[in-house]
């Protein structure tokens, strides 16, 4: 079965700071795999995704992330935070054919920006 | 403006009463998925649906059921059986593939309040 590990529940950066979230996922082979961002009492939004090719994914808001599969992790960055970004961050694994479109959330981290 | 909504945005309920979740997506997509988020456990799947008249048992189902008699509605109803029902509730689609991943795009979701 597919899992995730966010082993950060909580992280705090300053504005204009760098940001790295650790997502480790365990899966038996090649997983497709996203980040979403939430902001309270909302939905949740796609930042981005990976599913083959390039292992360095760019997606919105100046987010990007590196599918490591040596290290089965895919974490997300961003050069310089802003503090809109204060929100909670969903890395998730899905399965390919066969496994239903299941997607398997982890647990979330959720940032803080200090101004 | 397509989208997925969700009504209401705030729902109460007495116990042991069952209520039911509105979502309607006009994205025209296949694929439908019912999420429960609860702090800290990150989203975990309740059912889901890849067409129309079909549905499967997410890894939390009991005390729930769900309906897809039209492409862009899947309602969730949560019974009196579902032990602890105060929780956020997302609702997702998405256009399933066999090769390809599909991208679950999601609603603003429902927050459920037992009294």
């Known amino acids: 079965a597919q899992s995730v590990t966010q082993p950060d529940i909580h992280i705090t950066v300053s504005e204009g700071a760098s940001l790295e979230l650790r997502c480790n996922y365990s899966?038996?082979?090649?997983?497709?795999l996203f980040w979403y961002v939430q902001s309270p009492g909302q939905g949740l939004q796609l930042l981005l995704k990976?599913?083959?090719?390039?292992?360095l994914v760019q997606g919105i808001k100046g987010f990007e992330a590196e599918f490591k599969r040596s290290q089965s992790s895919f974490n997300l960055r961003k050069p310089s935070v802003h503090w809109s970004d204060a929100a909670e961050y969903f890395c998730?694994?899905?399965?390919?054919?066969?496994?239903?479109?299941?997607?398997?959330f982890g647990t979330g981290t959720q940032l803080k920006v200090e101004l | 403006d397509g989208g997925i909504t969700q009504s209401p945005k705030y729902l109460f309920r007495k116990e042991g009463q069952n209520v039911t979740l509105s979502c309607e997506q006009n994205?025209?997509?296949?694929?439908m998925y019912w999420y429960r988020q609860d702090p800290g456990q990150g989203l975990r799947l309740i059912y889901y649906?890849?067409?129309?008249?079909?549905?499967q048992k997410g890894d939390i189902a009991e005390g729930y059921s769900v309906s897809r008699e039209k492409k862009e509605s899947f309602p969730l109803t949560v019974t009196s059986a579902q032990k602890n029902p105060t929780a956020f509730y997302l609702c997702?689609?998405?256009?399933?593939?066999?090769?390809?991943?599909?991208?679950?795009?999601f609603g603003p979701g429902t927050r459920l309040t037992v009294l």
């Open positions: 997702a689609s998405s256009i399933p593939g066999d090769y390809t991943a599909d991208t679950q795009y």
């Open positions: 899966y038996g082979a090649t997983p497709y």
């Open positions: 990976y599913f083959s090719g390039d292992t």
């Open positions: 998730a694994v899905g399965a390919r054919k066969g496994g239903g479109n299941k997607l398997t």
């Open positions: 994205l025209n997509h296949d694929a």
């Open positions: 649906s890849q067409i129309v008249n079909d549905f």
